[in-house]
């Protein structure tokens, strides 16, 4: 469980401690990302001498933060107050483009 700024979200289908009072439904937050110009050079060099390509990587994790930023503001524009549920998917869109999408069941909760 995460609490961010008072707002619960959950990978789980409950929350210990909290009692979900309503379910507002599906909610989720959608990013297409691609590397700039310099930033694919850098990565096509580093896939051929192996090792982790970090140009990717930073990306991936820029890509999954945007992401739950927006899954967040869908579900606060439902009234919901927290998230459970919770899971990422990612493919391909192009070949220098990936989509990530966060997705959750935004709902009420209260503290037992």
């Given at each position: 469980m995460v609490l961010v700024e008072e707002f619960v979200i959950s990978s789980a289908n409950d929350v210990p401690?909290?009692?979900?009072?309503?379910?507002?439904?599906?909610?989720?937050g959608l990013t297409v990302r691609s590397r700039g110009l310099g930033g694919q050079l850098?990565?096509?060099?580093?896939s051929i001498l192996g090792?982790?390509?970090?140009e990717y990587q930073?990306?991936?994790?820029e890509s999954r933060d945007k992401a739950l930023n927006k899954l967040i503001e869908h579900a606060k524009s439902m009234e919901a107050n927290g998230l459970i549920a919770v899971r990422y998917d990612s493919d391909a869109v192009a070949t220098?483009?990936?989509?990530?999408?966060?997705?959750?069941?935004?709902?009420?909760?209260?503290?037992?």
């Open positions: 401690g909290y009692k979900i009072t309503e379910t507002k439904g599906f909610a989720y850098g990565g096509e060099l580093r090792g982790e390509i970090k930073q990306m991936m994790e220098n483009m990936q989509e990530v999408l966060a997705y959750g069941t935004a709902v009420v909760l209260e503290k037992e």
